[in-house]
């Protein structure tokens, strides 16, 4: 079976991208996972327990994305959670479940992530995992230590009231046994402080960690793990919200037009699903915004293909996959970005990504523009071929097959419109 994706690779490289998309929360997922592996570590010795509990680490806000307010009640009304903030608090535990549970490999790690804001009391009476507990129980401690992490004084300080806070927590909210184990086995250690308040060194030990336990997927489910994260960034707006999963099947049904194998056809449908992914590390004020962009906002949005090829690149994707998702903004005539490559330097795979991406944003509606009918688009980008921006065979190609490519393209984003309304109708 050939197989294209490493899931500790992938998820440490999105997380690595995504730690700082919250100001105030920025490296909160690596500590959380890295706090609940050193308390596992202390209860156990059993790698698919320990793995869990960095996925669900790295994992455990993927909510967050949509439900921006969230993390805010979590904050203030902690430990005096009343029912009502509970319930603002558990929504994007819910789209995170949400999100990752239909996907077989991350399943488990869908349900722990469910339950990371279950207080003790509640996580007995619902009998909710022990991973989610830890979860919690790391995610409470970083929230308290967060804003402490820069200076040594400050840490100093709360490294001492630690133990008074989590007591008056433990009773109700807090496991009491993973509080101890935390408080003998973890707390004591300065190595635990050291890494944990440096975020390089952090970042570091969590690759590190994660390269122990390499899990290798089939292809099928590279596909669908693409999906997962294509999503992901094409829900920040409802305009965009089936942009990938479009681009994919535009730049498959190209592919497959122009006589690629099926393997370079799943390939190309992978890599489309991936073509934004460094979107990530765009601000929402700048891809949402509905008029033009200023210059500054403009250099800034360019940077979302560099950081494609470099979060594709930490997840050692495969070398066609890499080149032909990153490479989607350059022109033949080497004034794209953002390598300025010339047409020798660009492959055909990227180029059909480029015709696939310009056509599926002209025909998609914008809330700063109409959405072009298809052969407007086809028109508009024949003008690209003429610039010598376009590739003319690659367009010819789309033209032939144009009517299937509408076909599946409806069938694609009737599932992400679907899909959207579900994470979403959460918040
Ligand atoms: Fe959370
Ligand atoms: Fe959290
Ligand atoms: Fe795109």
Not at 8 to 16: E, G, L, N, Q, R
Not at 95 to 103: D, K, Q, V
Not at 193 to 202: A, M, V
Not at 373 to 380: C, G, M, Q, T
Request: net charge negative.
């Amino acid at each position: 079976m050939n197989s294209y994706f490493n899931l500790s690779d992938f998820i440490t490289s999105f997380s690595f991208a995504s730690k700082a998309v919250n100001d105030s929360l920025a490296g909160h997922n690596l500590r959380v996972a890295y706090l609940s592996y050193l308390i596992g570590e202390a209860i156990t010795f059993d790698n698919r327990f320990l793995y869990d509990l960095l996925l669900s680490g790295l994992l455990h806000d993927i909510g967050l994305f949509y439900d921006k307010q969230g993390y805010m009640f979590v904050e203030e009304h902690f430990p005096s959670l009343r029912s009502e903030t509970r319930k603002l608090v558990q929504i994007h535990a819910e789209i995170g479940y949400e999100i990752l549970r239909g996907y077989p490999y991350l399943s488990k790690i869908a349900k722990v992530v469910r339950y990371h804001h279950s207080p003790y009391f509640q996580a007995l009476k619902e009998k909710v995992l022990l991973e989610s507990q830890i979860v919690y129980f790391a995610d409470r401690i970083d929230v308290y230590l967060k804003d402490a992490l820069c200076s040594p004084s400050e840490l100093l300080k709360k490294r001492e009231s630690l133990p008074e806070f989590i007591e008056a927590a433990a009773e109700k909210a807090l496991n009491p046994k993973v509080a101890e184990i935390f408080l003998k086995k973890v707390y004591p250690k300065d190595s635990f402080w050291f890494t944990y308040s440096d975020q390089e060194y952090l970042q570091r030990e969590i690759s590190f960690l994660m390269e122990n336990f390499s899990q290798k997927i089939p292809i099928e489910y590279s596909r669908d793990l693409s999906q997962i994260f294509a999503y992901l960034i094409d829900f920040k707006s409802p305009f965009t919200a089936s942009h990938s999963s479009t681009v994919a099947v535009v730049a498959k049904e190209i592919a497959r037009e122009m006589g690629y194998s099926e393997e370079g056809v799943e390939k190309m449908e992978i890599a489309g699903l991936l073509h934004d992914i460094g979107k990530v590390k765009v601000p929402d004020e700048i891809l949402n915004k509905p008029g033009k962009l200023t210059r500054e906002e403009f250099f800034i949005m360019k940077s979302h293909v560099f950081y494609t090829y470099q979060i594709l690149k930490e997840m050692r994707v495969d070398e066609e996959v890499l080149s032909w998702a990153s490479l989607h903004h350059e022109k033949l005539n080497g004034r794209g970005y953002p390598f300025g490559l010339t047409k020798e330097r660009i492959p055909l795979g990227s180029r059909i990504m480029t015709v696939a991406d310009i056509y599926t944003a002209l025909t998609e509606e914008r809330p700063y523009k109409k959405a072009l009918k298809p052969r407007e688009a086809v028109n508009l980008l024949r003008e690209l071929v003429s610039k010598g921006e376009v590739d003319g065979f690659v367009l010819s190609a789309l033209e032939k097959c144009l009517d299937r490519i509408e076909r599946e393209r409806s069938l694609v984003v009737e599932e992400a419109k679907e899909t959207y309304s579900k994470f979403l109708g959460k918040v």
